[in-house]
């Protein structure tokens, strides 16, 4: 009788139905932002906002997430926590870089350059920096590397406080996270739709990459019993 070859699930249930809602969120969401009200200081451009914030979000999510997961390992040495803070950060460094693309675009035309030495833009852009340096340092560090890089996740994640009021305690031309309550309803429902549509969209890729990490531990797991068993064979 012959065993059968089992085919691997590529998603699960759960996954499958929050990629049908971030499908539709991608579809509503554009109609939403041009039905909105177009900015009369910046025009057409302000519309970047609703892809813009919705990015920064979910930097600051995964910034978050990474930093918790990687004070966990330092303190505790889960394994699952490791993988958590990698998947976390490399989710940081995507949306981050979305957002270091789309700010200079929109500053630009609202300020005439493509970047200031603006207090938010340099800590986002440190931010990204840092999280891209931790990666470097899990892949490459060599035995001390996923210490080290869980020690600047850490730093990194104090950073987004930093971000999210420093507009409010220094001078500034980014405009301040208090304009959010202001803006039109038709801008807030285009926003949110947005912000919803990336958040699952960042749930979805987390898990998918928590799967491929965790199989990767597994894999290296076996290699290892399996060199076991080959050295009490010889």
Same mark, same amino acid.
């Given at each position: 009788?012959? &065993? ?11 996954? #499958? ?8 969120? !991608? ?13 009369? @200081? ?12 919705? %990015? ?8 978050? $997430?990474? /930093? ?13 926590? =490791? ?7 490399? #989710?940081? *460094?995507? !949306?981050?870089? %979305?957002?270091?693309? @789309? /700010?200079?675009? +929109? ?6 350059? +493509? ?8 800590? @986002? &852009? $440190?931010? +990204?920096?840092? !999280?891209?340096?931790?990666? !470097? ?22 950073? *987004? ?8 305690? +220094? =001078? ?16 807030? $429902? ?10 699952? $969209?960042?749930? *979805? ?30």
């Amino acid at each position: 009788m012959t &065993a059968q070859r089992q085919t691997p699930q590529t998603f699960s249930t759960v996954q #499958l139905l929050l990629l049908a809602v971030v499908a539709v969120g !991608f579809a509503v969401a554009p109609q939403l932002i041009v039905k909105a009200p177009t900015e009369p @200081t910046m025009g057409l451009v302000q519309r970047i906002f609703y892809f813009h914030v919705p %990015c920064a979000w979910q930097t600051m999510i995964g910034a978050f $997430l990474a /930093g918790g997961a990687s004070a966990m390992y330092l303190f505790r040495g889960s394994l699952r926590a =490791r993988q958590v803070a990698i998947a976390s950060a490399e #989710l940081a *460094v995507l !949306f981050g870089l %979305c957002v270091l693309l @789309t /700010g200079p675009l +929109w500053a630009r035309k609202a300020w005439g350059v +493509w970047w200031q030495w603006d207090v938010r833009l340099t800590t @986002t &852009a $440190l931010l +990204w920096i840092i !999280f891209v340096a931790a990666l !470097f340092a899990e892949r490459y560090g060599g035995p001390g590397g996923p210490r080290l890089s869980a020690g600047l996740m850490v730093f990194g994640a104090a950073d *987004v406080p930093m971000i999210y009021i420093s507009v409010s305690l +220094w =001078r500034t031309i980014h405009p301040k996270t208090s304009v959010v309550p202001t803006l039109d309803p038709a801008m807030k $429902l285009a926003l949110w739709t947005s912000v919803l549509t990336f958040t699952l $969209l960042f749930v *979805v890729l987390m898990s998918l990459r928590l799967r491929v990490l965790r199989q990767e531990a597994r894999l290296a797991e076996l290699k290892m019993q399996a060199d076991d068993v080959g050295l009490l064979d010889d």
